[in-house]
């Protein structure tokens, strides 16, 4: 039994706790339940009720279950706050066995951003098929190589979109101490989502490395390893936001990806769409320059100017060209459609359509006055050395 002193304050505490609940008929069914003594506590006693700080707002009850339940003083509390309450009084931070919290590195920069996997079917049939095709080439990768199951799932497997993931790849490859990934992804994920002609372009670059690159065995193998590919979407975002005079990230965007993948687009360049940037390291591209749809080019490559000049002063790229290895095209000149640019050239004049230019400096195959043509474009046969029998006279 307890001592006298301490049943008659458990006993005052009930009925403090009695008087100040709106639901003391649950608690006590009736009044016979308090100690005799509380009826003729002092006058002193009155004083403190009187004085004291309102009733508690909540208190723990027990429904007609038998079930613990938080009820509130407020009656007119919702349905959600009521939720949120009952969530903080069971709540305890001090119990590790229920709540593992993981330690925060705050030092962490290079953070793979994931989104829940999207397994809703009405949203997958709305996904491209380049899209999921990636997907199940990542899933069949984790069967096969389970060591990367977890670089797979953050970088593919667990994103909603092609958006979402490209943003995540370059946010991660381009961040460094000073420049978080997630804001970089905010960024990115930003662009591509209101630009859909963005992606449009991603999807063409890749099936045009899938179909031309005999090294590239699948989308995912592209999508997360070719430097050149990864560039070349850089470079989009980049531009796009050069477009909205946003220059100051756009050239952000343009170092990052100089120090990140030795590949160098000035932001003000325009690009067009099926584009193979083969291997891709030290390939330079100037601001006013153009660039075709379903051009290759090799790496080592600059589409430069010639001296200090402002203005309009890079090369003109038509569709279908294909640029070898090495090769320099200087100045405000225009490398014609279907055109063929031989590794190691230096080019200063027009190239005129569907012809093959080769040399330092560069000369027509066939002369200038009646050059030899072909009638597919090289830009998607990747022929590069058909033209030499017919041209030199080198041999081993």
């Known amino acids: 039994m307890f001592p006298v002193t301490s049943r008659r304050h458990f006993s005052f505490s009930l009925y403090m706790l009695r008087s100040s609940s709106p639901h003391n008929h649950v608690l006590y069914s009736s009044s016979s339940f308090l100690p005799s003594f509380a009826s003729s506590r002092s006058s002193a006693t009155k004083d403190y009720r009187k004085s004291s700080s309102p009733p508690m707002a909540a208190c723990i009850d027990t429904c007609r279950t038998g079930k613990p339940q938080i009820s509130s003083r407020d009656s007119t509390r919702s349905h959600d706050d009521e939720s949120g309450f009952r969530y903080l009084n069971y709540y305890r931070t001090g119990y590790p066995d229920r709540v593992s919290r993981a330690p925060i590195n705050v030092t962490q920069t290079k953070t ?161 769409t099926g584009i193979l940037l083969d291997h891709a390291t030290a390939i330079v591209i100037g601001e006013t320059a153009v660039v075709g749809n379903n051009v290759s080019i090799l790496h080592n490559v600059t589409l430069g100017g010639t001296g200090k000049q402002c203005g309009d002063r890079h090369p003109k790229i038509g569709d279908g060209v294909l640029i070898g290895a090495g090769t320099c095209i200087l100045g405000n000149i225009t490398i014609g459609e279907g055109a063929k640019i031989g590794a190691g050239s230096v080019v200063l004049k027009d190239v005129p359509p569907r012809t093959t230019a080769v040399g330092n400096p560069a000369r027509l195959l066939g002369g200038k006055d009646n050059p030899k043509k072909h009638d597919k474009d090289p830009g998607l046969t990747m022929d590069q050395t058909s033209h030499i029998s017919e041209w030199s006279d080198y041999v081993i």
């Open 112 to 272: 793979l951003h994931t989104r829940p996997l999207v397994e809703d079917l009405d949203r997958d049939a709305e996904i491209d098929d380049v899209w999921e095709k990636i997907r199940e080439e990542a899933k069949s990768d984790i069967q096969r190589e389970p060591i990367v199951s977890g670089y797979y799932h953050a970088s593919i497997v667990s994103q909603r979109s092609l958006e979402a993931a490209l943003a995540n790849t370059l946010s991660v490859k381009l961040s460094n101490l000073n420049l978080p990934s997630n804001t970089l992804f905010d960024l990115f994920n930003g662009v591509l989502e209101e630009h859909p002609e963005i992606v449009e372009s991603v999807k063409q670059d890749l099936i045009a490395v899938k179909e031309r690159d005999p090294a590239c065995i699948s989308y995912v193998h592209c999508f997360l390893h070719f430097k050149g590919f990864l560039a070349c979407q850089a470079h989009r975002i980049a531009h796009e936001l050069w477009t909205q005079d946003r220059k100051i990230l756009a050239l952000l965007i343009q170092n990052r990806v100089s120090e990140a993948f030795a590949v160098d687009f000035h932001p003000g360049a325009k690009i067009g």
